[in-house]
């Protein structure tokens, strides 16, 4: 599953207006943002990652 924000108003069996964030199956999502549809979203797990990794790295080089 994957968090996704739509950038348009999307009809069909259920109605998603501009800005609504929710999250499709990875297939669908994919199919949707290649028409740019929607936008993915980055999980928030990852994003806190990234975040320590680039903390930790900045910790190696002060101890030089």
């Not at 994957?2 to 199919?31: I, P, Q, T, W």
């Amino acid at each position: 599953m994957k968090k996704v924000e739509f950038l348009f108003c999307l009809s069909g069996d259920v109605f998603y207006r501009k800005g609504d964030v929710v999250e499709l199956n990875d297939k669908e999502a994919l199919r949707l943002q290649k028409r740019n549809i929607v936008k993915i979203l980055i999980e928030q797990e990852q994003v806190d990652e990234q975040v320590d990794e680039a903390q930790q790295k900045q910790k190696g080089k002060g101890k030089k």
